[in-house]
């Protein structure tokens, strides 16, 4: 499903390139439940990044269903990102003068999804229980009901990997157990699912882990690499 070889990123640090990320690699299964830890600054985000699509790397090869997204420009990684990957942000990402139905739809929009994209949007919105919220403001729902909106637009184009970036950091401990159910429920439907955090509640919980530690992509008792 997803396979990393020797992936390096860097950045310019003065006069200096500063590695984040250094020869790492290893593979993900469809349907795995990932959770990737470590300390801040370590290069957690930049490795969700790279495995989205958001960002490139320096070098080495990132192929997901046998496409090297590494090698693509920014409008065909834009495409595939569209179709392939659903992303969800820590604050919510929702555009405040749409309604929650609306941003739902929108990346329908950039995938020429068009047919039924309303009707589909409110099956979305309702599997989150937010159906009779649908054509109400980001501003006039809780936190919880606008990161499950923001799953919901997620899922709009039905992707087989969802990627989310400390989903439950600007939430409640009851609201973060659901949306990890929520978690649970898409990789048992076969989504693969990748998520950075730093609550080690979910530690114990997936069934993968990745450390990022000084450049390194490890897993417990296992070697770095």
């Known amino acids: ?4 070889k020797n992936v390096s990123k860097k950045f ?3 006069e200096h ?11 993900i299964k469809r349907g795995e439940l990932v959770g990737i830890f470590g300390k801040s ?8 990044h790279i495995l989205s699509g958001i960002d490139t790397p320096t070098s080495g090869t990132v192929q997901i269903d046998g496409s090297n997204i590494a090698s693509l420009s920014n409008r065909a990684l834009t495409k595939w990102r569209g179709k392939h990957v ?11 003068t749409l309604t929650l139905v609306e941003n739902v739809m929108l990346p329908m929009e950039f995938v ?57 950091g600007n939430l409640d401990s009851q609201t973060s157990k659901e949306i990890f159910k929520l ?28 450390h990022v530690e000084d450049g390194s992509v490890y897993e417990p008792h296992s070697q770095r690499v």
Do not use: C, W
């Open 183 to 210: 978690f649970q429920e898409l990789a048992e439907s076969g989504k693969t699912v990748l998520f950075v955090t730093h609550d080690l509640d979910f530690y114990e919980k997936v069934s993968r882990r990745l």
């Open 1 to 4: 499903m997803i396979e990393v």
């Open 86 to 96: 659903g992303i969800v942000f820590q604050s919510f990402h929702l555009i405040p």
């Open 17 to 27: 390139q500063e590695y984040v990320l250094k020869d790492v690699q290893f593979e």
């Open 112 to 168: 020429n999804n068009r047919k039924r994209k309303r009707q589909r949007a409110l099956e979305l919105l309702e599997q989150m229980g937010l159906g009779m919220k649908a054509d109400k403001f980001p501003a006039s729902v809780s936190g919880g009901e606008r990161q499950r909106t923001a799953f919901a637009r997620a899922l709009a184009n039905d992707p087989p990997v969802i990627a989310a970036d400390e989903p439950t």
């Open 12 to 14: 310019p640090n003065g």
């Open 41 to 48: 600054g370590s290069g957690k985000s930049t490795l969700l």
